[in-house]
């Protein structure tokens, strides 16, 4: 009954431009805005997947900041939005701690850009999530996108976003905002 939400930003393992398996880099826009926006539509964690050890330190001190540093009495709505924001080394450490929490191990929901043979539509993911008590983790990717092997593990596959034009490359804050409103919004 959608209580049981989590969305990933998988910065790694995910494609860079010339189709090389690599780690994207951390960045603070997708942290602040991404944390932000999951606490407007309730997500129950917000999980930013990082496998450098280097990233992972200087994402988690810049959540610290917010939590428990200077930002926690400057910002309270910040401090709020960072209240569900982990960091976690893969995808399985991701999944495996929404199945410690919930009993049971989460569908896994991708994006991509492309259509695949498990999309599925906005609406219809929507009713799903409303009508279930199955835990979901929505994967985003970074970089060029997720990998094959993430891509054959997921449950379900969201529609791409289409805009009028043919230029395709929203920025991933911006298409979880779009993504969590469609399934999560008011309607």
């Known amino acids: 009954m959608r209580k049981a939400i989590y969305l990933g930003l998988v910065h790694s393992p995910v494609y860079n431009k010339r189709g090389d398996v690599v ?8 942290i602040h805005d991404i944390s932000r926006t999951c606490r407007t539509y309730d997500v129950n964690q917000y999980h ?8 992972k330190q200087l994402t988690e001190r810049i959540i610290g900041y ?10 309270r709505d ?13 995808i399985e450490k991701s999944i495996s701690e929404i199945e410690k929490r919930e009993g049971k191990k989460p569908l896994i929901i991708t994006t991509s850009a492309k259509i695949f043979p498990n999309s599925i539509g906005y609406k219809e993911l929507s009713e799903k999530m409303m009508n279930d008590d199955q835990p979901y983790l929505i994967l ?3 970089g060029w996108g997720l990998i094959d092997e993430v891509m054959d593990m997921s449950d379900y596959i969201l529609e791409p976003i289409r805009g009028k034009a043919e230029y395709n490359h929203l920025s991933v804050r911006s298409a979880v905002s779009i993504i969590l409103d469609r399934l999560l919004g008011e309607n």
């Open 66 to 75: 917010w939590q428990d540093g200077f930002g926690t009495g400057y910002n």
């Open 48 to 55: 930013i997947i990082v496998s450098v050890d280097a990233q």
């Open 78 to 90: 910040r401090e709020e939005a960072f209240g569900r924001t982990r960091v976690y080394e893969s």
């Open 140 to 142: 985003f990717g970074t």
């Open 23 to 30: 780690c994207t880099s951390v960045t603070n826009f997708d």
